[in-house]
């Protein structure tokens, strides 16, 4: 049964500082994925990783993945308020779209 | 386009009750799924369809059935609430695989 864990699951940072949140996942897949949840609304996608070594960014977020370590990165540079919100990978370990979510990271970014 | 849409937006049930969660998408998407989020779990799969005319169990589907209506239409149905049914509901669709999926905005169900 696949496994999805994040970490760390809160965080707390401030302006102008970089973070890292780790997606491990425990069986084989090459396609993860990343959202944002503002407090109280839907999801929203961020970025689409198909293959090893995938690399995205956008703005201040960047993400990638290593399919030979079962893991993502969700980088954060210099970070901003607007980027609080909690941040979810989710991974689809299989070809039949079920797609599994990790817990999601809560970070919070003091001005 | 209205995206994918989710009908109520709040519910409140007492135990035992049963009741019908609706989503649509007007995407022409293939792919549609029910979550749940709970404080502190994420979201869990509950039920999916890769397709008109299939569903399948996801993490949690026990106390639950779906209904893949047809290619827009996917509604979860609770037939006997309990209190541990509590909590958010998110319908998502995605046209195809190794596409990131679109989410609606969630029932917030209560059962007391």
């Known amino acids: 049964e696949l496994k999805v864990e994040q970490n760390p699951l809160f965080l707390s940072m401030q302006e102008g500082k970089n973070y890292t949140i780790y997606c491990n996942y425990s069986t084989t897949s090459d396609r993860l994925y990343w959202y944002r949840q503002d407090p109280g609304k839907s999801l929203e996608s961020l970025f689409v990783l198909l293959s090893n070594g995938a690399v995205k960014q956008e703005g201040r977020l960047m993400a990638s993945l290593d399919t030979k370590a079962r893991l993502s990165t969700l980088h954060i540079t210099a970070a901003v308020h607007d980027l609080s919100a909690t941040y979810f990978c989710?991974?689809?370990?299989?070809?039949?779209?079920?797609?599994?979510f990790g817990k999601g990271t809560r970070l919070h970014i003091l001005p | 386009n209205a995206g994918v849409t989710q009908t109520p937006k709040f519910q409140v049930l007492k135990t035992g009750q049963s009741m019908t969660l609706q989503c649509a998408q007007d995407m022409n998407h293939n792919s549609m799924y029910w979550y749940r989020q709970d404080p502190g779990m994420g979201l869990r799969l509950i039920y999916y369809s890769a397709s008109e005319g299939t569903t399948d169990k996801g993490e949690v589907p026990n106390g639950y059935n779906v209904s893949r209506l047809n290619k827009r239409e996917f509604s979860l149905r609770l037939e006997s609430a309990a209190p541990s049914q509590t909590s958010v509901y998110f319908c998502a669709s995605r046209p195809l695989p190794y596409n990131e999926q679109f989410f609606g905005p969630g029932t917030r169900l209560t059962v007391l």
């Open positions: 989710a991974v689809e370990p299989n070809r039949d779209d079920k797609i599994i």
